[in-house]
């Protein structure tokens, strides 16, 4: 009898354990049981290696910031669903609230802090130019004077090349798209965050350019989170800064920048 009355019970919490997705993620919250499924919704403009892209091998989004925003998510008790958008639409969908949160290598601005919160920094980053391998004139960004010039449409880049007197800009809507116009000569250069370049001219084993030494400007990369959502912030922060204490912030970044002296 006891037998049997254990044997239902045990039947019992398994079920119930299934049926709560039982994750295994520390269980944080006992409330998490029942509470129907939070949805962490991102977006990325999914053009950005290694910190979001696409590899064709795989269907889930690879990067840093993937696994990041992942494992931000995981530690809140979220499941994060990753939407693509197109980088200068990032923020006109966390202002209409179709995202409620956008992890893409966002540099914190004061200007986007207009817009949105940002979380603590998560990675420091900067922008750099890339030639081609034969260029001999193009140094540092001074010589970028006079010349034709790629970003990304709604970067930093885009803003900081614009600031450069008699620069004529390109602006396209991806990073992929610039590397492709300088290579076929419709430009004279890049610019672009740093460890992007860095990854594109090594990684994918990219001939017939060059990154530059000269860095424009250091910059921290935040979360984006929906102006209102305060409370988002402060659970996201706090998230972060597990991870960080935790050590799992340190093996995503080794993950994908172990090797590199950057
Ligand atoms: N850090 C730059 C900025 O915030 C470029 C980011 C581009 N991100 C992307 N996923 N394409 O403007």
């Given at each position: 009898m006891m037998k049997k009355i254990f044997a239902l019970c045990a039947a019992l919490v398994f079920g119930a354990m299934a049926l709560a997705g039982c994750?295994?993620?520390?269980?944080?919250?006992?409330?998490?049981?029942?509470?129907g499924g939070k949805v962490l919704k991102v977006g990325s403009s999914?053009?950005?290696?290694?910190f979001e892209f696409q590899d064709e091998t795989q269907k889930e989004y690879q990067g840093f910031d993937m696994d990041l925003i992942r494992a931000i998510g995981k530690e809140m008790g979220y499941e994060v669903e990753i939407q693509n958008i197109g980088f200068d639409g990032l923020i006109p969908a966390l202002e209409a609230k179709n995202i409620d949160v956008m992890i893409s290598g966002v540099t914190i601005n004061d200007e986007r802090k207009q817009k949105v919160l940002f979380s603590d920094p998560y990675y420091e980053s900067g922008l750099a130019i890339v030639v081609r391998e034969?260029?001999?004139?193009?140094?540092?960004?001074?010589?970028?004077?006079g010349k034709k010039v790629a970003v990304q449409i709604g970067t930093t880049s885009a803003t900081e090349v614009h600031k450069i007197e008699g620069v004529e800009a390109k602006e396209l809507n991806t990073p992929a798209d610039c590397f492709m116009e300088l290579k076929t000569g419709g430009v004279d250069a890049v610019v672009n965050d740093r460890p992007v370049n860095d990854y594109y001219i090594t990684k994918s084993n990219t001939k017939g350019v060059k990154g530059l030494q000269d860095f424009l400007t250091a910059e921290d990369y935040g979360i984006a989170i929906n102006k209102e959502r305060q409370d988002l912030q402060k659970e996201i922060n706090a998230a972060f800064k597990k991870l960080k204490d935790n050590g799992e912030y340190q093996k995503i970044y080794d993950k994908w920048f172990g090797g590199a002296k950057n």
């Open positions: 994750g295994g993620s520390g269980g944080s919250s006992a409330s998490s049981a029942g509470s999914i053009d950005f290696a290694p034969d260029n001999q004139d193009i140094h540092t960004f001074q010589d970028l004077k």
